[in-house]
């Protein structure tokens, strides 16, 4: 990866509607060049896929962070279950008192009480933990490359 590919990944993380054409004018190269290294960046898995930022408090979801100590003769099935669920945004193997760290969003309490039961009815799952989140001070998925 050199200077051209991670300013294109730089500009594509701002907006990624933007048009071959506008992202080489910003970059300084030409659109064919943009095009054919986001093509190779997709075909390497580097883009994984293209998407928007939501505001989830307009769309009345609850977002909740969740830990999860599990049984690790077990963890591949319990991540394989919790992949499946919709309300999962990212989930995470960490270290530390906890195996699992899971970002999700709801549909208000009751939907966050349905998710928290299944959870715990999860074979191999020894204890969930849940902190509601009040406020979102901050969202940014990008990185500066």
Do not use: W
């Amino acid at each position: 990866m050199d200077e051209i590919d991670r300013s294109i990944l730089n500009v594509l993380q701002d907006n990624s509607r933007l048009s071959f054409r506008k992202i080489a004018q910003t970059i300084g190269v030409t659109a064919a060049t943009v095009s054919a290294r986001v093509s190779d960046m997709e075909n390497r898995g580097i883009i994984k896929k293209y998407t928007v930022l939501l505001d989830y408090d307009h769309l009345d979801k609850e977002t909740l962070l969740i830990t999860v100590d599990a049984d690790l003769s077990q963890i591949d099935d319990i991540v394989e279950t919790m992949v499946g669920l919709p309300e999962i945004c990212c989930l995470l193997r960490v270290t530390g008192a906890f195996d699992l760290v899971a970002l999700v969003r709801c549909d208000g309490h009751e939907g966050a009480r349905h998710l928290l039961n299944h959870l715990k009815s999860i074979p191999g799952v020894r204890m969930v933990n849940s902190q509601m989140v009040l406020q979102t001070l901050q969202e940014d998925l990008c990185v500066r490359m």
